[in-house]
């Protein structure tokens, strides 16, 4: 079992539509990441949250570390919002991280 | 935001050729370095630490000898894919950390080996 789990695997949308991802990992973790990969496959690093929540523009992630849990929102979604989102903790205390297989978003015009 | 920039964004390889691979912090000074590897469709995958002034850790199943990597200064660490085949085709990116638990991610370099 992945140590990080994402859900949906795939999201299709209609422009202007809100997006929700979710994120669950079943160790602890002191700060979460969330990453943004286009299909040209460079990685953008979007968050690094450990609590709470975080706002950059249209997206919105939250965590809730009692619950394991962390959520990235696309408000008013557009179609270069789409790419693969994936969140990643740290593994076992180290700086490495153990990354969630990503969620693929594809928003229609 | 901090950067982390890898060099050369692609490159195309014959078999049996060594490539390598750069990876910088602009902005920041980094002891530490991952070395990552993505297939297609598949999720990242952890290959090496680098460690400014020491040894490269290699995760299980990583030949060490097969990936070199170099991590001569605070800002440079450099991977080489010894004698690549064309197995060795995939996407590597490069993360820095800066400051504990901010990790910063290269753009990653895409090999393809002919």
């Known amino acids: 079992k992945n140590e990080v789990e994402q859900s949906p695997q795939n999201l299709t949308a209609q422009e202007g539509e809100f997006i929700t991802i979710n994120c669950s990992y079943s160790v602890g973790i002191s700060a979460l990441h969330w990453l943004q990969q286009h299909p040209g496959g460079g990685i953008v690093s979007l968050f690094m949250l450990s609590s709470g929540k975080k706002k950059h523009g249209r997206l919105i992630a939250t965590i809730n570390i009692q619950e394991k849990h962390s959520s990235l929102h696309i408000t008013a979604s557009h179609p270069r919002d789409s790419a693969v989102y994936i969140c990643a903790g740290p593994q076992g205390g180290s700086e490495k991280l153990v990354f969630g297989k990503g969620t693929k978003l594809t928003v229609n015009p | 935001g901090a950067v982390v920039s890898q060099h050369p964004s692609r490159v195309i390889c014959k078999s049996g050729t060594s490539v390598k691979i750069e990876c910088r912090s602009l902005d920041f000074q980094a002891t530490t370095m991952f070395w990552y590897r993505q297939f297609p469709k598949q999720s990242l995958m952890l290959m090496a630490t680098s460690n400014e002034g020491s040894k490269a850790t290699y995760e299980q199943g990583v030949e060490k000898d097969k990936f070199l990597i170099n991590h001569a200064s605070l800002t440079l660490s450099t991977l080489t894919v010894t004698s690549a085949h064309p197995e060795d085709s995939s996407f590597y990116i490069c993360?820095?950390?800066?400051?504990?638990?901010?990790?910063?991610f290269g753009p990653g370099t895409r090999l393809t080996v002919l």
């Open positions: 993360s820095a950390i800066k400051v504990k638990d901010t990790q910063y």
